[in-house]
């Protein structure tokens, strides 16, 4: 099954350090029977792409903590870890597309990587800084993070993590 998982930078850097990508709190996103169910029309790939925004907005309440933290140091960047993995369990108590992943994810699951381009920073720190209240039904936050998810995730093969690591 093709899982998106919600991540920050300092969590790519860990994933290149040990070779293994640790999902806070097991929590992904994919396309599950109960995601299916909720759209009236859309093939596999688009559902897809809903599940891979779930993600990237769930990376957005990553930034917010880490943000509140004082973590000054991470880029301001939503990260999407896409991974091919059975090892998962269906959490519709979540969300229609949540899943529960068992353990860490090997760096050989890993089947790419999404990121926000370093002209998004500005629109997802702002998202980030509101994404609590946005979950909370404020159309002033709701439409900051539409600003952030205006912007189109980059795509990059987990070979390249390193170098984007070391880039970032």
């Given at each position: 099954?093709?899982?998106?998982?919600?991540?920050?930078?300092?969590?790519?850097?860990?994933?290149?350090?040990?070779?293994?990508?640790?999902?806070?709190?097991?929590?992904?996103?994919?396309?599950?029977?109960?995601?299916?169910?909720?759209?009236?029309?859309?093939?596999?790939?688009?559902?897809?792409?809903?599940?891979?925004?779930?993600?990237?907005?769930?990376?957005?309440?990553?930034?917010?903590?880490?943000?509140?933290?004082?973590?000054?140091?991470?880029?301001?960047?939503r990260v999407v870890v896409a991974a091919d993995t059975d090892d998962v369990t269906l959490r519709p108590d979540l969300d229609d597309g949540a899943v529960r992943v068992t353990g860490p994810v090997p760096v050989a699951k890993i089947a790419a990587v999404h990121v926000d381009l370093p002209e998004a920073e500005h629109a997802v720190r702002e998202a980030a800084g509101v994404v609590d209240k946005a979950d909370l039904g404020d159309l002033d936050a709701e439409f900051l993070i539409g600003e952030a998810e205006d912007f189109e995730l980059a795509w990059y093969d987990p070979s390249e993590l390193p170098f984007l690591v070391e880039l970032g």
């Open positions: 099954m093709r899982i998106y998982l919600p991540a920050t930078w300092p969590m790519l850097a860990r994933t290149v350090s040990t070779g293994t990508f640790e999902p806070l709190g097991g929590t992904g996103f994919a396309l599950t029977p109960k995601l299916r169910e909720s759209y009236v029309s859309g093939d596999d790939e688009e559902l897809e792409y809903a599940a891979l925004s779930e993600a990237a907005r769930a990376s957005l309440r990553l930034l917010a903590v880490e943000f509140g933290l004082g973590e000054d140091g991470t880029p301001p960047r």
